[in-house]
């Protein structure tokens, strides 16, 4: 059995789709064992996501593919190709839009829940989100049009990524009285 956070996002809530995301991942028999909602400030997202040049240069190289993909610029868009600093602007575009809103944080619960989860929740970009998943059937966006209107892509939920990260972001965000047995 395994424990894995999830978030749904400031444009998650504001779409009125928490009800239907909750329900995917009951579906498919995970076992919520923990749930709240909240505005989430600054020095929460910011632990949320570190400050840590591993992340950052991660989340920067997955925005170089993509950009590579599409056939787009880096120094022309964002002004640089460097990914520990293309993760860094990235993460300061969500420290500013995970606070500019209610966010509903989850604890699910189930075999194998991190990669379950993952799978149900698809790929970062929406656009390249596979039908079936939250994210390829709830929404469209995509980085170029997330870079023109300066904000991250909403892609309406957050999911740990491994059982490292899962174990940290369940004790960032919950309590152990918070949590069901
Ligand atoms: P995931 O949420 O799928 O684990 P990452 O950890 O790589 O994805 O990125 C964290 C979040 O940062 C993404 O969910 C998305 O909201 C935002 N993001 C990532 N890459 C970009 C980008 N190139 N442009 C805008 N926002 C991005």
């Known amino acids: ?82 990914p520990v600093q293309i993760g860094r602007l990235v993460r300061e575009k969500l420290v500013e839009f995970i606070t500019s809103g209610p966010v509903v944080a989850m604890v699910w619960e189930g075999n194998h829940a991190i990669e379950v989860v993952r799978k149900l929740v698809g790929n970062t970009v929406p656009l390249f989100a596979q039908p079936g998943t939250i994210r390829g059937d709830l929404s469209a966006d995509s980085p170029d049009l997330a870079d023109r209107e300066g904000r991250p892509v909403y892609n309406l939920v957050h999911a740990s990524g491994d059982p490292e990260e899962a174990e940290r972001e369940v004790r960032l965000w919950f309590r152990d009285e918070e949590l069901c047995a």
């Open 1 to 82: 059995m395994e424990r894995t956070f999830v978030m749904i996002k400031p444009d998650g809530v504001r779409r009125g789709l928490v009800g239907r995301i909750i329900s995917r991942l009951e579906d498919v028999g995970l076992k919520l064992v923990g749930i709240k909602i909240l505005r989430a400030d600054e020095e929460l997202v910011r632990e949320h996501y570190p400050d840590d040049p591993e992340w950052l240069e991660a989340v920067g190289k997955k925005t170089l593919t993509t950009y590579k993909d599409y056939g787009m610029d880096p120094l022309e868009r964002i002004g640089t190709d460097d």
